[in-house]
């Protein structure tokens, strides 16, 4: 192994708590609240069109899932947003830190977008609420290093993103990291044609990360708050 594997997780989980602490002071308040705050002020498409509690909830989460979706695709697409999104690919393993492995400013877009996407839509508190703990929980699922069975991972991704589906995304290869955006649900890839079923070198021999990244670079804490801001793509 070309890294020490000790740092890189001091990095990650590093990168996580500045994420979390920067959000937060500049964002005092949660997704929650603001899905709160939304229904209170009969603010968004949901409070004027009255739907079932119950209608709105499954709704909600499926149209939060899939904004996500869109906004994994855009980060990709969007120069400027790659830079900061890049943070993240540039891990050298995959394992479940690398689910927790944003650049703060990415952190912030994404709580922004979410917000606007919750404002918009007037999605209830407890649809936010429940996304936001299966998302974090698939995130950590799907990041983690482990390996389903074959027979099980074929029939668990027609419904949600596992390790092996999730890990092609971060192949060195292009081709390939520019597939399987997903974070939860694993309908979108396949509705959108983005879906691929299995990296070209097999899950043993696919390389993880950035092609031009040295390895010693990407668990540097330093360089990773500073690699959105120099000139390589």
Known sequence: MRFNKHKRWATNLSMALL????????LPISATGIAYLSHQ???????????NQAVSVILGIALL????????VIFHAV???????????????????????????EILLSMLIKFA????????????????????ATAMFNHSNIRLPC???KWVRWFIITPDMHRVHHSTDYSEMNRNFGFNLSCWD???GTYIDQ???GHERMEIGLSHQQPEQTISLTHMLLMPFNKKK
């Open 19 to 26: 994420g979390s602490v920067f959000v937060r002071l500049l």
């Open 41 to 51: 002020y009969g603010v968004g498409l949901f409070n004027f069109l009255h739907l």
């Open 65 to 72: 899932d899939v904004a996500i979706y869109a906004q994994h």
């Open 79 to 105: 120069p400027w947003l790659w830079k900061f999104h890049r943070v993240h690919h540039a891990d050298p393993d995959f394992d479940v830190s690398t689910g927790i492995r944003f650049h703060p400013i």
């Open 117 to 136: 996407v919750i404002v918009l839509l007037g999605i209830p508190a407890i649809a936010v609420l429940i996304f936001e703990i299966l998302l974090n």
């Open 151 to 153: 027979t099980v991972d």
């Open 190 to 192: 396949r509705l959108f």
């Open 199 to 201: 990296p070209k070198l």
